[in-house]
């Protein structure tokens, strides 16, 4: 055993030297540097010298035995007229085997002698003076350094230009075409289909495709082809990037991901190139998949583009159209891209043969927001109180995204509280954070306070008295964000029609801040601005685009395209005459002026109740559902409260 630990003790250097060869190479060029170094410079060095002390050197030179002698700095170097001995100290040392020298060498003292040079000149010493000089080493790195220098910007340059341009694939200065899309296998993504909560139909179609690719002889002996091209499209954050990760956690075939940004470069034709290297690699990998995430960015409509990136955008739209088209059957590479953006896109791009199939991902309904919520909380630890349902129902409007940020909003409060669970107050606060901001620490006085109070006081009044309207969950004068106070309403249920009766209390409710302040202060403020735009847009909508008008009738008035998904207006001209537009005007008006009217005719004959719940908001700061029905008494009956009819 002995003798064997010995020996691998010897062989575990000849190990080590085999495993990196590399460091070994590099000390045996700087060995053969040294060795050329030294047979170069070496023989410039002259023969051996004595060194022979200062006061030696002045006696030879009294003795006449100096020719001459070189001078650089303090070092001085001669030769003798005759050879000297060195002097030995030890007797046993034979006077033939003392080594004698023609030269020698000295070091002047850093004192002046002024005498020196009379006392040479007096004895017929040649005398050589040179300055100083470096050493060759100096030298030779002084020669060296800015060819050193150059080589290093050029190497440190090349490779950062390999890296923005060739995606780090090692293709050098002429690899800015080659593709970027990185490649994902199932054991890079561990992400699967039931990590996606709802959206259980856009499952289905793209399970489909996912079997297809493991299975193509179950729908071919049918006659079924597998789809080119599978569009997901929905709002941002409602979890496109995500499926598509999913995807490739599911399918066993080799997932190529790529942002449609990473194609668009400042060379020209750098896009159309990427395409050609990235459809060539998933063709060489198929059955594959490719992702695109953000496909507006190179797919808008062509024939806008004005010169410059414009063009190359189209150039690199082109490409990707003929790569899609150009696909045989027997080619199993599926195109999957993401879009928030569908009405943007170029018709070529979206027509049947190319992205065959749209699947639409819209905001989770309740149940789809249960399931998500439970996804998010898994590694989080929850008290008795969190129920999810009650979560779920005062979501709403929430994307996946929205309520992964609320999990992580709530564990984040829950832990600066140094609690051991979050609850469900945390919950509450982060949605809070989320809707309506941080909390405000300004000092409001006392008047200000009191036009806050009543202004809120009539927006939750007017939604317990109106017949109808989404049921009031809190109401609060805390300042939060930009906004002072907030009446919070939760739906029942989740609402896909809107009825012309629901719309107008929602009218007379945004209305019911302005109305009380007119009421209990007797004048009105800039408080219910905010309130007013919501309104007015909302009787435009009824209007113009829901023909919720009786004069005008069951026609719609568009003055701009509305964003399918961010509701934006895009810039568009008129369809319609000026008369129209007054007309339009005129109704806008009246349905707003009728809905403040009745928001007023009910806050003044519930002024009592008006009061009441003023001064709990006062007290309280803050008054919760059950609290405002303790303030005002059971009011599902109440005769007094008369109905909202407002017509158009």
């Given at each position: 055993?002995q003798?064997?630990?010995?020996?691998e003790?010897?062989?575990?250097?000849?190990?080590?030297?085999?495993?990196s060869?590399?460091?070994?190479?590099?000390?045996i060029?700087?060995?053969a540097l040294?060795?050329?170094?030294s047979?170069l410079?070496?023989g410039?060095?002259?023969?051996?010298?004595?060194?022979?002390p200062?006061?030696?050197?002045?006696?030879q030179?009294?003795?006449?035995?100096?020719?001459?002698?070189?001078?650089?700095?303090?070092?001085?170097?001669?030769?003798?007229?005759?050879?000297?001995?060195?002097?030995v100290?030890?007797?046993?040392?034979?006077?033939?085997?003392?080594?004698?020298?023609?030269?020698?060498k000295t070091?002047?003292?850093?004192f002046e002698?002024?005498?020196?040079m009379e006392?040479?000149?007096?004895?017929?010493?040649?005398?050589?003076?040179?300055?100083k000089e470096?050493?060759?080493?100096?030298?030779?790195?002084?020669s060296?350094?800015?060819w050193?220098?150059i080589i290093?910007?050029?190497?440190?340059?090349?490779?950062?230009f390999?890296?923005?341009?060739g995606?780090?694939?090692?293709f050098?200065?002429?690899g800015?075409?080659?593709?970027?899309?990185?490649?994902?296998?199932?054991s890079?993504?561990?992400?699967?289909?039931?990590?996606?909560?709802g959206l259980s139909?856009?499952?289905?179609?793209?399970?489909?495709?996912v079997?297809?690719?493991?299975?193509p002889s179950?729908?071919?002996?049918?006659?079924?082809?597998?789809p080119?091209?599978?569009?997901?499209?929905?709002?941002?954050?409602?979890?496109?990037?995500?499926?598509a990760?999913?995807?490739a956690g599911?399918?066993?075939?080799?997932?190529?991901?790529?942002?449609?940004?990473?194609?668009?470069?400042?060379?020209?034709?750098?896009g159309?190139?990427?395409?050609r290297?990235?459809?060539k690699?998933?063709?060489?990998?198929?059955?594959?998949?490719?992702?695109?995430?953000?496909?507006?960015?190179?797919g808008?409509v062509?024939?806008?583009?004005?010169?410059?990136?414009?063009?190359?955008?189209e150039?690199?739209?082109?490409?990707?159209?003929?790569?899609?088209?150009?696909?045989?059957p027997k080619?199993?590479?599926?195109?999957?891209?993401?879009?928030?953006?569908p009405?943007?896109?170029?018709?070529a791009?979206?027509?049947?043969?190319?992205?065959?199939?749209?699947?639409?991902?819209d905001?989770?309904?309740?149940?789809?927001?249960v399931?998500?919520?439970?996804?998010?909380?898994?590694?989080?630890?929850?008290?008795?109180?969190?129920?999810?349902?009650s979560?779920?129902?005062?979501?709403?409007?929430?994307?996946?995204?929205d309520?992964?940020?609320?999990?992580?909003?709530?564990a984040?409060l829950?832990a600066?509280?140094?609690?051991?669970?979050?609850?469900?107050?945390?919950?509450?606060q982060?949605?809070?954070?989320i809707?309506?901001?941080?909390?405000?620490?300004?000092?409001?006085k006392?008047?200000?306070?009191?036009?806050i109070?009543?202004?809120?006081?009539?927006?939750?009044?007017?939604?317990?008295l109106?017949?109808?309207a989404d049921?009031l969950?809190?109401?609060s004068?805390?300042?939060r964000?930009?906004?002072?106070g907030?009446?919070?309403?939760?739906?029942?249920e989740?609402?896909?029609?809107?009825?012309?009766?629901y719309?107008?209390?929602r009218i007379?409710?945004?209305?019911?801040?302005?109305?009380?302040?007119?009421?209990?202060?007797g004048?009105?403020?800039?408080?219910?601005?905010?309130?007013?735009?919501?309104?007015?847009?909302?009787?435009?909508?009824m209007?113009?685009?829901w023909?919720?008008?009786e004069?005008?009738?069951p026609?719609?008035?568009?003055?701009?395209?509305?964003?399918?998904f961010?509701?934006?207006e895009?810039s568009e001209q008129k369809?319609?005459?000026?008369?129209?537009?007054?007309?339009?005007?005129?109704e806008?008006?009246?349905?707003?002026?009728?809905?403040?009217?009745?928001a007023?005719?009910?806050?003044?004959?519930?002024r009592?109740k008006?009061?009441?719940?003023?001064?709990?908001?006062l007290?309280?700061?803050?008054?919760?559902?059950e609290?405002v029905?303790?303030?005002?008494?059971?009011?599902?009956?109440s005769?007094?409260s008369?109905?909202?009819?407002?017509?158009?």
């Amino acid at each position: 055993m002995q003798n064997d630990r010995a020996k691998e003790k010897l062989e575990q250097p000849l190990k080590q030297m085999k495993q990196s060869p590399i460091n070994w190479k590099v000390i045996i060029a700087l060995i053969a540097l040294w060795l050329i170094f030294s047979q170069l410079f070496g023989g410039l060095v002259t023969a051996d010298r004595m060194q022979i002390p200062y006061s030696e050197f002045k006696k030879q030179v009294r003795k006449s035995n100096v020719s001459e002698i070189n001078v650089k700095g303090q070092e001085v170097k001669g030769r003798f007229n005759k050879p000297v001995q060195k002097k030995v100290d030890s007797e046993e040392v034979k006077e033939e085997n003392i080594p004698t020298y023609e030269s020698f060498k000295t070091t002047i003292p850093s004192f002046e002698d002024p005498e020196l040079m009379e006392f040479l000149e007096k004895n017929n010493v040649v005398i050589h003076a040179e300055t100083k000089e470096r050493s060759w080493f100096w030298t030779l790195l002084i020669s060296f350094l800015p060819w050193i220098l150059i080589i290093g910007f050029f190497v440190y340059s090349s490779r950062k230009f390999r890296e923005r341009m060739g995606g780090g694939g090692g293709f050098g200065p002429f690899g800015f075409g080659k593709s970027r899309a990185k490649l994902y296998t199932k054991s890079v993504s561990n992400v699967a289909f039931d990590d996606v909560a709802g959206l259980s139909n856009a499952k289905k179609e793209l399970q489909e495709v996912v079997d297809f690719l493991k299975d193509p002889s179950k729908f071919s002996a049918l006659g079924g082809q597998l789809p080119k091209g599978i569009l997901l499209v929905g709002p941002p954050g409602t979890g496109k990037t995500l499926m598509a990760r999913a995807v490739a956690g599911e399918a066993d075939v080799p997932f190529f991901s790529i942002s449609g940004s990473e194609f668009i470069e400042m060379f020209v034709g750098v896009g159309a190139s990427r395409v050609r290297d990235m459809f060539k690699n998933a063709k060489k990998e198929a059955p594959s998949i490719i992702f695109v995430d953000e496909l507006d960015s190179i797919g808008r409509v062509r024939g806008t583009g004005l010169g410059g990136g414009h063009d190359e955008r189209e150039q690199t739209l082109n490409q990707i159209l003929s790569e899609m088209d150009g696909f045989s059957p027997k080619e199993s590479v599926v195109v999957l891209a993401a879009t928030n953006r569908p009405d943007v896109l170029d018709p070529a791009l979206t027509r049947p043969g190319r992205f065959d199939r749209q699947i639409t991902l819209d905001l989770p309904q309740k149940r789809a927001r249960v399931e998500i919520l439970k996804v998010h909380t898994r590694n989080v630890p929850l008290a008795h109180d969190v129920d999810m349902e009650s979560i779920a129902k005062r979501t709403v409007g929430f994307s996946g995204a929205d309520l992964k940020n609320l999990v992580n909003e709530a564990a984040l409060l829950a832990a600066r509280k140094e609690k051991e669970r979050v609850e469900a107050e945390d919950f509450d606060q982060g949605r809070d954070k989320i809707l309506l901001g941080i909390e405000r620490e300004d000092m409001i006085k006392d008047e200000e306070k009191k036009v806050i109070t009543y202004h809120e006081a009539g927006h939750a009044l007017m939604t317990k008295l109106l017949p109808g309207a989404d049921p009031l969950e809190k109401v609060s004068i805390i300042p939060r964000g930009r906004s002072l106070g907030a009446t919070e309403q939760i739906p029942e249920e989740d609402r896909h029609n809107l009825g012309k009766g629901y719309l107008l209390n929602r009218i007379a409710i945004m209305l019911g801040g302005r109305a009380a302040e007119k009421i209990a202060l007797g004048e009105i403020t800039s408080g219910a601005g905010d309130d007013l735009k919501k309104a007015t847009q909302l009787a435009r909508r009824m209007i113009c685009e829901w023909g919720m008008s009786e004069k005008l009738g069951p026609v719609t008035f568009r003055q701009g395209e509305t964003h399918p998904f961010l509701g934006r207006e895009l810039s568009e001209q008129k369809d319609f005459s000026e008369h129209t537009a007054r007309v339009i005007d005129q109704e806008i008006r009246d349905l707003v002026e009728g809905a403040e009217k009745k928001a007023i005719e009910v806050l003044t004959s519930n002024r009592e109740k008006l009061d009441a719940l003023a001064d709990g908001l006062l007290e309280h700061e803050t008054l919760s559902k059950e609290e405002v029905d303790e303030i005002l008494g059971s009011m599902s009956e109440s005769p007094g409260s008369p109905k909202l009819r407002v017509t158009g």
